[in-house]
T-cell receptor, first 114, second 113 residues
Framework: EAGVAQSPRYKIIEKRQSVAFWCNPI?????LYWYQQILGQGPKLLIQ????????DSQLPKDRFSAERLKGVDSTLKIQPAKLEDSAVYLC????????????FGQGTRLTVV | GESVGLHLPTLSVQEGDNSIINCAYS??????FIWYKQESGKGPQFIID?????DKRQGQRVTVLLNKTVKHLSLQIAATQPGDSAVYFC????????????FGGGTRVLVKP
């Protein structure tokens, strides 16, 4: 079974630039999560989708971050404009949803803002 | 708001010894508690979970204990191996919140040969 795919693997941008991350969850997984993991900390939930609807985006900085999952499968997370403090690993995870709670994570995208 | 809390210590353990990692949580409404292992450069990997109506669950070389009275969760790793070196996170899942998955801060385990 293929895992959660994320791209790019690494990204370096200057502050005030924009960046987008892509996630392809495991086939059939209804729930998709985006997490931000700052070095030395646990992952922080940014946004959670159930199919193509948003379940929770309470910790998403909506003035600069946006995410979509238009067809209930792939998802993109965008930052515009980026700040130095956005440097982190952005993790995507998916789970079957209501039946099974086990979430599977991708390898993440390491973003460095300079 | 309520969150899973986990201090960020580093646990050094001799190969072959048992490891115990602890976690305190504050949200009594959580349905599941999960332990994840994260190796350098990788995403978290599911180890074991436990329902809120259980107090113990065993897996292969791992045991999770849940004490709801004091809101405490622990992960025991038997006969720790070099491959167990990683950062371990506890997380809580709330079905009522759409399976919202909230992580604590992590513990680094270093296995000494």
């Amino acid at each position: 079974e293929a895992g959660v795919a994320q791209s790019p693997r690494y990204k370096i941008i200057e502050k005030r630039q924009s960046v987008a991350f892509w996630c392809n969850p495991i086939s059939g997984h209804a729930t998709l999560y985006w997490y931000q993991q700052i070095l030395g900390q646990g992952p922080k939930l940014l946004i959670q989708f159930q199919n193509n609807g948003v379940v929770d985006d309470s910790q998403l900085p909506k003035d600069r971050f946006s995410a979509e999952r238009l067809k209930g499968v792939d998802s993109t997370l965008k930052i515009q404009p980026a700040k130095l403090e956005d440097s982190a690993v952005y993790l995507c995870a998916s789970s079957l949803g209501w039946v099974n709670t086990e979430a599977f994570f991708g390898q993440g995208t390491r973003l460095t803002v300079v | 708001g309520e969150s899973v809390g986990l201090h960020l210590p580093t646990l050094s353990v001799q190969e072959g010894d048992n490891s115990i990692i602890n976690c305190a949580y504050s949200n009594s409404a959580s349905d599941y508690f999960i332990w994840y292992k994260q190796e350098s450069g990788k995403g978290p990997q599911f180890i074991i979970d436990i329902r809120s109506n259980m107090d113990k669950r065993q897996g292969q070389r791992v045991t999770v204990l849940l004490n709801k009275t004091v809101k405490h969760l622990s992960l025991q790793i038997a006969a720790t191996q070099p491959g167990d070196s990683a950062v371990y996170f506890c997380a809580e899942n709330m079905k009522a919140a759409g399976n919202k998955l909230t992580f604590g801060g992590g513990t680094r385990v270093l296995v000494k040969p």
